[in-house]
Each structure stands twice: as C-alpha cells, then as structure tokens.
C-alpha cells in the first residue's frame, strides 16, 4: 500500500538526540494527524493538521513538534525525549478534518529511546 | 471528554467459529463508530463503521450493531478464519470533533 507513507520505518535514538518522523500522503486529503501507539494502551492522537494549520494539539509536551509544510507532507520533530516516549508512531490522513471521515494510516516508525 | 471501553483484550476461538468484540462508550454525543484491523506489524485498516442513524450494517463475514439506548456497540465475525487473527481497535467521535477516541484492543487468534 503506498497511499500513506512513514519514513522511518524503526529509529532508535539516545536522549539528547534530535531527530524527524515524515510522514506523505498520496491521496489527495486535506487533514493529516499524528498518533502514538503504545503497547496495551488505546491509540493516542498526538496533532491534527487541516489544510496545513494545526487544529489539535492533544496536550502532547513540548520535546515533540509537529510540521505540515502543505497538506501531503507531515513532519514531526524530536529532541531530547525520555525512554517512555519509545512507541510505535502512526501518521494518518483523511479527506477531510472531522473524525467521522475514514482515516486511512501509514506504516508507522517504530521509536526505541535509549 | 468521551471515553471507549473495550472487552475482552483477548479473544482466542477455533476457526470457523464465531468471535464477538464489544465497546462501550460515554459521550451520547457519539454518533459515529468505525473498528480498525491491524494485523502484526501492519498499519491499522478500517474494516467497518456505523453510524447512530443504523442499528446495525454487515459486510460478508462481518458485522457491527450499535445500541445508542445502551451506548455500546459490538463487533461480529463469522466463519472466523486463521487470517482474522489480528488486533481489533472500536473507536467513536462524533460530527463537531477531529478526535477518534480508540479503545485498547482485543487481540484475536483463531486456532486452525
């Protein structure tokens, strides 16, 4: 599948590293979001992009910063994160920024911070 | 805010049985509730939703029923096959909102 891609697809990182998560979309939406996934626990919405302007920001601290450049592009900035912020990291997007549209995820980056 | 709920966190059937994952959820405001698969490794994959308008809605071996009195709603698999193992998630939002609140997953086998 190749409507939604994450690159990369496993980081692993020390604490005082920076780092990025990209995220593309192919499927010509408009809202892009960002997710955590860690094990045994629900699905996390971390952002949410519409049209390029964050409209979420799901009380996520501050070493995680989320870029939309244009709407088919999803960026998300690491620096100095701790080793509970290991988790798999899923990008989505959707036609349109309501939660009632179909989501469709990418792959995933599976982060390990050491 | 809404709060889903998600039982069993396990389920292991027999193939060709059938197999039942339940939601429920605390927001009467939620009028939309699709179930995502994700098998190892895989991303996520939308598999069915309903909405508050419809009791329930089928697809082949598949279907989802949705009691808004009761506020909860299921997920059922028929004829289950050794490839439904997977992780399934429920979720709910509604209309005026970007969030889908996930529950935590039920991990189904299906023994061959």
């Known amino acids: 599948e190749t409507g939604v891609t994450q690159t990369p697809r496993h980081l692993v990182m020390g604490m005082t590293n920076k780092k990025s998560l990209k995220c593309e979309q192919h499927l010509g939406h408009n809202a892009m979001y960002w997710y955590k996934q860690s094990a045994k626990k629900p699905l996390e919405l971390m952002f949410v992009y519409n049209f390029k302007e964050q409209t979420e920001n799901n009380s996520v601290p501050s070493r995680f910063s989320p870029e939309c450049p244009n709407s088919s592009h999803l960026f998300l900035h690491l620096h100095t994160l701790q080793p509970e912020d290991s988790a798999l990291y899923l990008c989505?997007?959707?036609?349109?920024?309501?939660?009632?549209?179909?989501?469709?995820f990418g792959p995933g980056t599976r982060l390990t911070v050491l | 805010g809404e709060n889903v709920e998600q039982h069993p966190s396990t389920l292991s059937v027999q193939e060709g049985d059938s197999a039942v994952i339940k939601c429920t959820y605390s927001d009467s405001a939620s009028n939309y509730f699709p179930w995502y698969k994700q098998e190892l490794g895989k991303r996520p994959q939308l598999i069915i939703d309903i909405r508050s308008n419809v009791g329930e809605k089928k697809d082949q071996r598949i279907a989802v029923t949705l009691n808004k009195t009761a506020k909860h709603f299921s997920l059922h698999i028929t004829e289950t096959q050794p490839e439904d193992s997977a992780v399934y998630f429920c979720?709910?939002?509604?209309?005026?909102?970007?969030?889908?609140?996930f529950g935590s997953g039920t991990r189904l086998l299906v023994r061959p």
């Open positions: 989505a997007s959707s036609q349109d920024p309501q939660a009632t549209d179909t989501q469709y």
């Open positions: 979720a709910a939002s509604t209309d005026s909102s970007y969030k889908l609140i």
